[in-house]
């Protein structure tokens, strides 16, 4: 790690501290030639392989924009979206595994989707699985119409 101040290519390690549930590290160093302090945070980079077979590093926001476009004109706020970001981020990260597919993505966002507005996880729906008739739609409706016990919708994966 370089110096910001001097550029000297060594720096020692003060403290160390975990930040975000874990998800990134906040590193205090000192720099041996200048004597200068200064903060590092590392992050985890967890990948997002696409249909394509294109890798992309995960990004929250990518994630908000799209559920934005599906609720735009519904009755959710931008604190609701960042919520359901954050859900969907802690999701992907719980899997544990460094890179993830694209499409297990986008099962993390319809869950909660789902619960936040009907009609804003209808149009994502449609888009993500790619709806062609009024028939998908209709079977989509008639899932969530249809509950199991625990009172969630049972919609077909």
């Given amino acids: 790690m370089h110096c910001p101040f001097c550029r000297n290519p060594d720096s020692r390690v003060i403290d160390s501290r975990s930040t975000d549930d874990g998800a990134a590290i906040r590193r205090r160093r000192s720099c041996p030639e200048c004597g ?11 990948m997002v392989a696409k249909r394509s077979g294109v890798t992309e590093p995960f990004s929250r926001d990518k994630i908000i924009a799209g559920v934005r476009r599906a609720c735009q004109g519904r009755p959710v706020d931008e604190d609701a979206l960042a919520k359901l970001g954050q859900r969907v981020e802690e999701a992907i ?45 209709a079977k989509e409706i008639e899932a969530l119409r249809r509950t199991d016990s625990s009172g969630e919708a049972d919609r077909p994966h």
């Fill in 36 to 46: 200068k302090r200064f903060t590092t945070q590392e992050n985890v980079l967890q």
């Fill in 93 to 137: 990260r719980a899997t544990g595994v460094a890179e993830i597919p694209s499409h297990e993505i986008g099962l993390a966002i319809l869950g909660p989707l789902g619960e936040l507005d009907e009609v804003a996880y209808l149009r994502f729906a449609s888009v993500y699985r790619g709806f062609e008739s009024l028939d998908d739609f």
